[in-house]
Antibody
């Protein structure tokens, strides 16, 4: 299974960060799918996961700003993080699995700056 | 939140030597829901073990995972040049959020 993140590399403070992960080489309907991020200051951070049925779980620290959704017709799942600040600057990864993470995308750097 | 503390922060060894990396949890990890990952510069993490000691696909048997409760260990029996990287433990137990350790940098 291959995963590829896409989305803007620069987001203005207070705006919404939106990323999409495209899945290929396997069915999106067979697994859970996760988002994570990595920054120098905070290391690896679990953001949340979703199942193709819509079942999801979010990091409580992000839950009020976070939406993860899935589009099985496009083999994609997405992340939206509202009201971003500089603390949300990180490399964002999508991954296959809801717990142990078996396949990862290459990651995409998102910088929050005006 | 379960805090994972990895030690040492940096481990300096030579090819052929044995590496022992530790991961200690602030609370017992439910049902041994702990994984280990390897990360090289500029790359995404790579799964090594899930459920403490179940080796992921393609991981050589020089790598082994062990432990339970709050204390877990990743052992590499005979280091090869390709093994030098940062290693992370990750717990996905009953309580949110799932968390990662801060990493051990295994360097030559």
């Amino acid at each position: 299974v291959q995963l590829q993140e896409s989305g803007p590399g620069l987001v203005r403070p207070s705006e919404t960060l939106a990323l999409t992960c495209t899945v290929s080489g396997g069915s999106i309907s067979h697994y859970y799918w996760s988002w994570l991020r990595q920054s120098p200051g905070k290391g690896l951070e679990w953001i949340g996961y979703i199942h193709h049925t819509g079942t999801s779980n979010y990091n409580p620290s992000l839950k009020s700003r976070l939406t993860i959704s899935v589009d099985t017709t496009k083999s994609q799942f997405s992340l939206k993080l509202a009201s971003v600040t500089a603390a949300d600057t990180a490399v964002y990864y999508c991954a296959r699995g809801g717990w142990s993470l078996e396949d990862w995308g290459q990651g995409t750097l998102v910088t929050v700056s005006s | 939140e379960i805090v994972l503390t990895q030690s040492p922060g940096t481990l300096s060894l030579s090819p052929g030597e044995r590496a022992t990396l530790s991961c200690r949890a602030s609370q017992s990890v439910n049902s041994n829901h702990l994984a280990w990952y390897q990360q090289k510069p500029g790359q995404a993490p790579r799964l090594l073990f899930y459920e403490v000691s179940s080796r992921a696909a393609g991981i050589p048997d020089r790598f082994s995972g062990s432990g339970s409760g709050t204390d877990f260990t990743l052992t590499i029996s005979r280091l090869e040049p390709d093994d030098f990287a940062v290693y992370y433990c990750h717990q996905f137990g009953a309580s949110l959020p799932y968390t990662f350790g801060q990493g051990t940098n295994l360097e030559i």
